[in-house]
């Protein structure tokens, strides 16, 4: 049953995520698979466990990351299918236009100078340019601090 | 996950905070992981991969090591 309910709520959020650009709350998963509150609560910390999900910190009831998805403006937006997503990381901004499947421009910065630097997807591969992504934390230690990751 | 336009400036960022240089990845090393992390994500059979498919999956775009293994205990006294 607890593994029914983390299917339902898991798609629950991914297709408000894609079809809106922002995440769900609780309340709204609730009403789109006719589960208790409490039970899609539950079922967000079995999500978080199992590293699916991340609820806002403070706040289980909202969700702060559903990757490659951000509940919340972050640096690294993502233009797609008509809306703008926001994604947790240039990783997962690149995710975002692989989980839609679709084109996308990403206008990112340069995280020291600020410069900008955009992205783009199109047909399904990345429009090539010579800039770098660095990867400050070791697979290891992802989840020790994941927002920070 | 940090973008930047060259090396240089990914020098200029861990000066600035302090931090170790680490791995940088090719926007076509990126995207390759970006596909295999998520292309599923948003259907029903989709999960996030275990930690000797992690380790399967970043080797296979040529990233190896104990930086890439999240079973590995090497960084633990850092960040």
């Known amino acids: ?149 | 996950m940090l973008l930047f336009r060259s090396g240089e400036t990914v020098d200029r960022w861990c000066a600035a905070n302090g931090s170790p240089r680490r791995p940088l990845l090719t926007l076509d090393q990126l995207w390759r992981l970006a596909v295999v992390w998520y292309e599923n994500r948003l259907t029903a059979e989709s999960r996030r991969p275990g930690p000797d498919e992690m380790v399967s999956v970043f080797a296979s775009i040529g990233l190896t090591g104990p930086f890439w293994d999240p079973k590995s205990d090497a960084f633990t006294s850092s960040t």
Not at chain 1, 36 to 59: K, M, T
Not at chain 1, 82 to 108: E, H, Q, S, T
């Open chain 1, 1 to 149: 049953m607890e593994a029914e309910d983390d299917l339902a709520v898991k798609l629950s959020i991914y297709r408000t995520l894609s079809e809106t650009g922002g995440a769900p709350t609780a309340s709204r998963v609730a009403a789109d698979t006719r589960l208790g509150e409490e039970a899609v609560l539950a079922s967000f910390q079995r999500l978080h466990a199992r590293r699916l999900l991340v609820p806002e910190p403070g706040d289980p009831s909202h969700i702060r990351m559903a990757p490659p998805f951000s509940g919340i403006p972050t640096a690294f937006p993502v233009e797609a299918r008509g809306r703008r997503y926001f994604a947790n990381c240039v990783w997962d901004a690149y995710g975002i236009a692989a989980a839609l499947k679709c084109d996308a421009v990403i206008p990112a910065t340069d995280a020291a100078s600020g410069e900008p630097l955009v992205l783009e997807v199109v047909e399904n591969a990345p429009v090539p340019l010579p800039y770098v992504a660095h990867f400050a934390v070791p697979a290891a230690l992802w989840w020790r601090d994941i927002v920070y990751t």
